[in-house]
Nanobody, 126 residues
Framework: QVQLVESGGGLVQAGDSLRLSCAASGRTFSTYAMAWFRQAPGKEREFVAA????????DYADSVKGRFTISMDNAKNTMYLQMNSLKPEDTAVYYC???????????????????WGQGTQVTVSS
């Protein structure tokens, strides 16, 4: 059974930083693709960032490029999302996801990932 557990969310002010963690158990994800998505109230879940474990290729949504950094510690089976210069529009529940490596176009969609965490709330006040 694959499990993903997010942590690190919280309430911060605009301009602050947060680091989210996603601990994976059940199997080794060094060759998997892993990603962060987010969902704000009343909106669909949207892609934030992805990393292909087998190639190290990174991909970011335009809205977070230059501010967020995705990384993976294979020894700890843990993925991170460093979020800097946070904005109120970054407020959402953040989910981590894992799945087999596929083309970037698929990795930007929820259908690319069979495994999901429970989510962690990030709230950015203005």
């Amino acid at each position: 059974q694959v499990q993903l557990v997010e942590s690190g969310g919280g309430l911060v002010q605009a301009g602050d930083s947060l680091r989210l963690s996603c601990a994976a158990s059940g199997r080794t994800f060094s060759t998997y693709a892993m990603a962060w998505f987010r969902q704000a109230p009343g909106k669909e879940r949207e892609f934030v960032a992805a990393i292909r474990g087998n190639t190290g290729i990174l991909d970011y949504a335009d809205s977070v490029k230059g501010r967020f950094t995705i990384s993976m510690d294979n020894a700890k089976n843990t993925m991170y999302l460093q979020m800097n210069s946070l904005k109120p529009e970054d407020t959402a529940v953040y989910y981590c996801a894992a799945g087999p490596p596929q083309i970037i176009a698929v990795l930007r969609t929820t259908r690319g990932y069979p495994y999901w965490g429970q989510g962690t709330q990030v709230t950015v006040s203005s």
